[in-house]
């Protein structure tokens, strides 16, 4: 969404935003100079949000809403129909794949199956999305397209040496730094990842850092203990410097136990940072295994910790499907090109409405 906010021709499109809570998106958006309004919609049903929602767009009256994530594209989508707008809305992942309940996952998808039909267009992240999206009972009757997210090359910049970040992370000049990037959940497979590097203990020279924070933090950092690495495993927090991270780690690994098409591993293959990474929902649109990265099946520890030992052994092959990924990305996943088919959908979405 930031990526739109800043790359939508704006002789054409003035954005404003709806936001479920303060913070750094938020912020982000208000650096940017555009309009937010910030309407709680954290709760799974809110007949006040869905009020409160209806008369801002009543208010302010935007020709088209796009709406992002299960949540926020009920509300959304409920909202603008009552206030007689058109909507589309972006998916990321399948509801399957959520970290939640399986009673939460449920409603999710009772309430997003009941809400798609009041969207003109969806627009998913990756084909396996958007076959899970036409594969469903009572399936959307809204055209299903695939745009990949692309990410922007100006925000993966580092800022700082690569020595200092790699200092500050844990690494010595010598050490392999393995880097995890993930919310600390369940669906990351951080617990697998740490079993995987449970079994390199004997190996010398690397060290890992785990970069983010949820609501498994504690007991991760319990498990590395009992497995005997915490003095190898690093658990760093939230860090908001993702193009020094990436800069300063030499093995990134994205151990998910189901995914959509994860930024981190677009910005990954765009950084040039060698990969590791489950074969879980649009990874393998992107990783081609053995040429752009390496694949493993999901919670398989013991194929990731040799994934990795063979990555680590071999640092001329892990550049070269490295240097791949990044021409691929380059090449295949252009920034202006994503900004365009946005705007190609909006375009399309107006232009029914005028007839």
């Not at 208010?59 to 992002?68: G, Q, S, Y």
């Not at 594209?73 to 809305?89: D, E, M």
């Not at 809400?115 to 076959?131: N, Y």
């Not at 398989?300 to 240097?323: C, G, H, T, Y």
Request: with cysteine.
């Amino acid at each position: 969404m930031l990526a739109l906010a800043d790359g939508l021709d704006r002789a054409r499109y003035a954005s404003c935003f709806v936001v479920a809570s303060e913070g750094r998106f938020a912020d982000a958006l208000r650096q940017r100079g555009l309009s937010v309004t910030v309407i709680d919609l954290r709760r799974l049903v809110s007949p006040r949000a869905l009020v409160a929602l209806t008369r801002h767009l009543r208010r302010e009256r935007p020709d088209l809403v796009h709406t992002a994530g299960a949540r926020a594209s009920f509300y959304g989508r409920l909202a603008a129909r009552l206030a007689g707008i058109p909507v589309i809305s972006s998916v990321h992942t399948r509801i399957a794949d959520y970290d939640a309940s399986a009673w939460r996952r449920a409603l999710y998808l009772a309430l997003d199956r009941a809400s798609a039909r009041l969207a003109a267009r969806i627009v998913a992240t990756s084909h396996v999305v958007a076959a899970d999206l036409r594969a469903r009972p009572r399936g959307p009757s809204a055209t299903v397209v695939t745009i990949p997210n692309c990410p922007d090359p100006r925000d993966l910049a580092a800022t700082r040496p690569r020595m200092l970040v790699r200092e500050e992370l844990g690494a010595g000049e010598a050490d392999a730094l393995i880097g995890v990037i993930a919310r600390l959940t369940a669906q990351k497979g951080v617990a697998d990842f740490l079993d995987a590097a449970s079994r390199l203990v004997s190996r010398p020279g690397w060290c890992a850092v785990i970069v983010g924070d949820g609501p498994e933090r504690l007991e991760l950092e319990a498990r590395a203990g009992r497995l005997g690495i915490a003095e190898r495993c690093r658990f760093v927090g939230t860090r908001t410097d993702l193009g020094n991270l990436l800069a300063a780690i030499d093995l990134l690994v994205v151990p998910s136990r189901s995914e959509g098409l994860p930024y981190l591993v677009l910005e990954a293959m765009l950084a040039g940072t060698p990969l590791v990474a489950t074969a879980v929902g649009g990874i393998p649109e992107v990783i081609a295994d053995g040429v752009r990265g390496v694949l493993v099946p999901p919670r398989e520890p013991d194929r990731l910790a040799a994934a990795m030992a063979a990555a680590l052994d071999n640092p001329v092959r892990s550049r070269a499907f490295a240097d791949a990924a990044q021409r691929y990305a380059a090449d295949a996943l252009p920034l202006d090109e994503m900004l365009r088919a946005v705007e190609g959908v909006y375009a399309a979405v107006l232009r029914g409405v005028a007839k």
